[in-house]
């Protein structure tokens, strides 16, 4: 008995293009004061860290059989029992299912590789784990130790084939990030020019007038002016025309 047909849902190509564009997307989305303020290499860095794609590892050291059980199984199909084509036939037998932990991204399991065969393993995917059943109606460990090894090589050559792919796509990103922050900050640093070429106020910020206390102290001594500013006090007090100076700021 088997599961579900690993890698035949989606294709590996469109994934990775879709990944490109996402890149683009990704930057295009960060704040622009950010971006244009930003070390870099450290931007690009953590970008190419978190779209790197990572294809599942097998864990071979650590597979196991997850559950054995009794079960029924029919037999009808066998032509060697007695009854063959006439109808279910159950007997009892035995249920295993190995699981094969590994490390990577699941995905890539739904994923059809750019080079495939006709013949696609057999599994479900449960968290890190690959778990394969099988259902015997006899005790044959070697015939099912065989058939789990098959059906592991079968995944791992498909992983292979994703992981040749993917590897390519892996080392082009660090380039293709470092583009798509370059083509960005050119287009803010663009903009940004070109409305100060303008020469004229932005909407959205005022101009006020700021008054700065010049230094005259009317008359305090000195311990008696540190107070009152410690407490701030001296706002309070009528500043006259000539012991201020104005300067006209712009501020959001």
Known sequence: ??????????DLHAVLENQKSQVKTKVQELNPDYLLNANEQDLAAAIVSEMMLEVPTIRENDIHIATHEETRVDVSRDPMRAGFGRGPLYVTGNKTVIAAP?????EFF???????NY????ARIVGQEIQLTYVKADQDAESLKREYQQDVNSIKEYLQWHRETVATHNTELPRLVQAAITNRKKTLVGNNQMVASLGLPIK???????CRFSGGRRGLSDRRFWLLRSRNLLCRMPITRRSCRFRKTWSP
């Not at 739904?110 to 495939?116: A, L």
């Not at 013949?119 to 057999?122: D, E, G, T, V, W």
């Open 1 to 10: 008995m088997r599961d579900d047909h690993l890698f035949t849902n989606g």
């Open 102 to 106: 590994f490390d990577g991204d699941a």
């Open 110 to 116: 739904k994923i059809r590789p750019n080079t495939y």
């Open 119 to 122: 013949n696609p393993p057999c």
């Open 204 to 210: 959205g910020w005022r101009r006020r007038t700021r």
